[in-house]
């Protein structure tokens, strides 16, 4: 079992910025990958950004590529994102995720293990 925890979520106007952190315990040296989803309402969950914890590829959505930037510590038991520039269709709810079964880091269903989310509002 992989436990999740985010934070760093709130409220910032647009062009702000905010730093969201997920830390994992439990079984970590199971962890394939990691990524970040949101899920604004009346939306499906979507992806944002995932970073292969061996490889430390990233991968991002089209529509935060070059804005937000995902990484994860030494240790392997942090992934944070970085959001600059942000945008009011940023909002929404911002959840962590953990792969520790091979699939598609892109890919909702390649994950195992979910945090609680964290909300992020932006005004306009």
């Known amino acids: 079992q992989v436990q999740l925890v985010e934070s760093g979520g709130g409220l910032v106007q647009a062009g702000g910025s905010l730093r969201l952190s997920c830390v994992a315990s439990?079984?970590?040296?199971?962890?394939?990958?990691m990524g970040w989803f949101r899920q604004a309402p009346g939306k499906e969950r979507e992806f944002v950004a995932a970073i292969g914890w061996s490889s430390s590829n990233t991968y991002y959505t089209d529509s935060v590529k070059g804005r937000f930037t995902i990484s994860r510590d030494n240790a392997k038991t942090t992934v944070s994102l970085e959001m600059n520039s942000l945008k009011p269709e940023d909002t929404a709810v911002y959840y962590c995720?953990?792969?520790?079964?091979?699939?598609?880091?892109?890919?909702?269903?390649?994950?195992?293990?979910w945090g609680q989310g964290t909300q992020v509002t932006v005004s306009s």
């Open positions: 995720a953990a792969a520790v079964l091979p699939g598609v880091l892109l890919s909702i269903g390649s994950y195992n293990y």
């Open positions: 439990g079984r970590t040296s199971s962890i394939r990958g």
